[in-house]
């Protein structure tokens, strides 16, 4: 169900049922805006569908079929980030004080404004001259006030992800993945590829979060961890500069994703067999029921 917490402390979202979901926030003074989808049936009775929805301080606005994953605020506007739903593709979908515009096939995970600009990041479907998944390539691709910039891979691959975006002095820092045989982590600098696994042995996963200061670039996601009866689970690490740190979890597999460094302190959300977050490496857990983070934000500093 649907949810937030501040300083750990959860907020329930009012008409929110079952399988609802919270991708993302932002805090503008008092307010508070929380992203995501619900659950409803459909007319057949068995099945069910995603309506993308905002909440702001806990009522909710409902925006057709799909799903918002980012929000962010340039003044008095509030931009929204999203799929919907139609003729059998996911649109690129951009709200503007809840005026939808539709950017294309594919999906925009996630918004920031930076100086007056407004980025996104997500992946454009690029559709070739014929029909067919060989001929189908998603592209990761950032978007600098509605224009789309494809981001260099240096290979070509038929999937590159793009996650989320930040911005830092005017440079765009882009998390995400490629495929190989697998998904390998990996990041952008503008349009420069860096990866965050060696050549050998690859390292399989994917950077989802990211933060970058003067000095440093931080990203959150997860890589394969072998177990010891020799398979692998998904475990929850954080870079810097490049350098990986595995965090601590419970149960069968962890995730993280998301990461923000204030007051020299790092935080990290994400989820094992709970909704977690950690502090420095140390894991705190978000009440007793099972769930996930998605978003996280400091304020008040």
């Known amino acids: 169900m649907a949810t937030y917490w501040k300083n750990g402390v959860p907020t329930i979202l009012t008409d929110t049922v079952k399988g609802s979901r919270a991708n993302g926030i932002t805090v503008i003074g008092k307010d508070v805006y929380v992203v995501g989808d619900i659950s409803i049936p459909l007319p057949n009775g068995r099945d069910r569908t995603a309506i993308a929805a905002c909440w702001k301080n806990g009522v909710l606005t409902k925006f057709g079929r799909g799903t918002i994953y ?3 605020a340039k003044g008095k506007d509030i931009y929204m980030v999203g799929t919907l739903y139609g003729l059998g593709n996911e649109k690129i979908t951009f709200w503007k004080n809840g005026l939808p515009d539709t950017l294309g096939d594919g999906r925009i995970l996630s918004i920031t404004v930076d100086a007056g600009n407004i980025y996104m990041a997500g992946y454009q479907i690029i559709h070739g001259e014929t029909n067919g998944p060989e001929n189908r390539w ?13 981001l ?24 995400g993945s490629h495929l190989e045989n697998a998904v390998v982590p990996m990041y952008w600098k503008n349009r ?8 050998s042995p690859r390292l399989y996963g994917e950077a989802n979060g990211i933060y970058a200061d003067e000095n440093n670039v931080y990203q959150s996601g997860y890589v394969y961890v072998p177990t010891h009866n020799g398979l692998a689970t998904f475990g929850a690490v954080y870079w810097k500069n490049g350098i990986i740190n595995y965090l601590p979890y419970i149960g069968k597999e962890s995730f993280a994703s998301a990461i923000v460094i204030q007051n020299n302190d790092t935080y990290v959300a994400g989820s094992d067999d709970y909704p977690i977050y950690w502090k420095n490496g140390k894991r705190i857990q978000l009440g007793k029921n099972k769930g996930q983070v998605s978003a996280i934000t400091v304020v008040g500093y």
Not at 138 to 150: D, F, R
Not at 152 to 175: E, H, L, R, W
Not at 192 to 199: F, H, R
């Open 70 to 72: 980012g929000v962010a």
């Open 152 to 175: 260099d891979n240096n290979v070509t691959f038929i999937k590159t992800m793009a996650n989320s975006i930040f911005i830092q002095d005017g440079d765009a820092y882009i998390p």
């Open 138 to 150: 998603e592209v990761a691709t950032y978007w600098k006030n509605g224009k789309p910039i494809e």
């Open 192 to 199: 420069d590829s860096i990866s965050l696994s060696p050549k």
